[in-house]
T-cell receptor
Framework: EPEVTQTPSHQVTQMGQEVILRCVPI?????FYWYRQILGQKVEFLVS????????KSEIFDDQFSVERPDGSNFTLKIRSTKLEDSAMYFC????????????FGSGTQLSVL | GNSVTQMEGPVTLSEEAFLTINCTYT??????LFWYVQYPGEGLQLLLK?????DKGSNKGFEATYRKETTSFHLEKGSVQVSDSAVYFC???????????FGPGTSLSVIP
């Protein structure tokens, strides 16, 4: 069965450093998403991406965040200067059409900012 | 704004026990409602869904009924198995063009 792959599974970084979280969506999917879950809190929407541009972003997704689909297969989330409060599990998701019924999630990257 | 609330976990049950995980939502209009499950070390997977009032979603022995009058979508299973141990997320989506809004998740552990 096709799956969304995220790497690394765990990333540790120092505050102020840049991190890039990587995702390989399912190959024929067109819609891409990032969500995050701070420990013990709810899963929060960050950004959706379609047709090589951001289609929606949350208030969490400020200027420190960016997304890119550099080569037609990878979908990355960059945090330019990490803060302690960025520590969370980050989930990538993709779908071939709009709507939650067709969303496939990766297993997540646990980001720890020290 | 739109939000989802779930019962606090963790929940620990013996095998074959009855499971209920409560979920209530706040939203305008008629959102679609979902339950996602996350097994250890894996991503979120759609477990079941309901798109209108009084719909019942079901899958793998789990059921949930969309109750608009109580704004609830409680997850139930008559007889849990050890393999059901996972984190369960209630979620809503206002329209098919909208993002998914998740609850905080409820961890379930089933012991033999």
């Amino acid at each position: 069965e096709p799956e969304v792959t995220q790497t690394p599974s765990h990333q540790v970084t120092q505050m102020g450093q840049e991190v890039i979280l990587r995702c390989v969506p399912i190959s024929n999917h067109l819609y891409f998403y990032w969500y995050r879950q701070i420990l013990g809190q709810k899963v929060e929407f960050l950004v959706s991406f379609y047709n090589n541009e951001i289609s929606e972003k949350s208030e969490i997704f400020d200027d420190q965040f960016s997304v890119e689909r550099p080569d037609g297969s990878n979908f990355t989330l960059k945090i330019r200067s990490t803060k302690l409060e960025d520590s969370a599990m980050y989930f990538c998701a993709s779908s071939d059409e709009q709507g939650a019924e067709k969303l496939f999630f990766g297993s997540g990257t646990q980001l720890s900012v020290l | 704004g739109n939000s989802v609330t779930q019962m606090e976990g963790p929940v620990t049950l013996s095998e074959e026990a009855f499971l209920t995980i409560n979920c209530t939502y706040t939203a305008t209009g008629y959102p679609s409602l979902f339950w996602y499950v996350q097994y250890p070390g894996e991503g979120l997977q759609l477990l079941l869904k309901a798109t209108k009032a009084d719909d019942k979603g079901s899958n793998k022995g789990f059921e949930a009924t969309y109750r608009k009058e109580t704004t609830s979508f409680h997850l139930e299973k008559g007889s849990v198995q050890v393999s059901d141990s996972a984190v369960y997320f209630c979620a809503l989506m206002k329209t098919s063009y909208d993002k998914v809004i998740f609850g905080p998740g409820t961890s379930l552990s089933v012991i033999p």
